[in-house]
């Protein structure tokens, strides 16, 4: 709650410090994070399974959340974009021998701020653009599936009665884009950008407290985003 109390403040202040000088845009619509992931193997899981080592990873699922851009214009073609959205959610399954298996669920907020260079096309209604920048994700409200724990319970790893969790690490990385604004009146617009994103992050399964199984997973999602752009 105070997470989203504070990211509401923030914005709200970017929002009337950017507007009074007319050089601030607001953009709403759907946006998709579409990993395009990868994984180590959980090699735990393997052993107490009796699964071939390396025959397993993990995949992350698409998932469309409320997207909200910021845009404040620094000149004709500089300007700069922060990505925000509400939260994410995600289903961890499993891959190659465990495929089909759950093994859990995560939410998370990417926050991204980049730098955008817009072309001059000679047209007042398209106005395409690339961009860099960076990208933090907070993971949060991770969840390990009961189907992990029945596996650890049935192998004799854990009982019934011991607390099994998942954790996964915040992540920074790079994030490139590209996309167009349309003009459809002195005001109003369409906001289109696709952005590709690294988030790498290490998920922890934890018995009691203490790690017993770690895998490195790279997401690095493709974002995409079409929303109504709003030009003060």
């Known amino acids: ?11 709200f202040g970017l929002l009337s410090g950017a507007a009074q000088a007319n050089d601030f845009s ?8 579409m990993p395009d992931d990868s994984s180590g193997s959980l090699n735990v899981v393997e052993s107490v399974a009796g699964l071939d080592a ?13 997207g909200l851009t910021f845009d404040y214009a620094l000149d004709n073609h500089w300007v700069i974009e922060l990505v925000a959205a509400t939260p994410f959610s995600h289903d961890i399954t499993g891959t190659g021998a ?3 298996v759950k093994i859990g669920d995560t939410k998370h907020l990417p926050p991204t701020l980049l730098a955008q260079y817009h072309f001059d096309i000679g047209s007042d209604m ?9 990208n933090y994700t907070a993971f949060f409200d991770d969840q390990v599936s009961p189907a992990v724990k029945d596996l650890l319970v049935s192998t004799g790893v854990a009982t019934t009665s011991d607390a099994v969790d998942l954790a996964l690490e915040n992540s920074w990385g790079v994030a490139l884009q590209a996309g167009v604004n349309v003009s459809l009146s002195k005001d109003w617009g369409m906001h ?9 992050t290490t998920g922890d399964v934890r018995l009691n407290g203490a790690t017993i199984e770690s895998v490195d997973v790279q997401i690095d999602p493709y974002v995409a985003m079409v929303g109504l752009r709003y030009s003060f």
């Open 1 to 11: 709650m105070k997470r989203s109390v504070l990211s509401v403040g923030i914005l």
């Open 26 to 33: 607001v953009n709403i619509g759907a946006i998709s994070v």
């Open 54 to 66: 390396d025959s397993t990873g993990v995949g992350v699922n698409t998932n469309t959340q409320l």
């Open 98 to 100: 465990l495929a089909g």
């Open 126 to 134: 398209f106005k395409p653009f690339v961009g860099v920048g960076a």
């Open 192 to 200: 289109v950008m696709v952005s590709k994103m690294d988030i790498d």
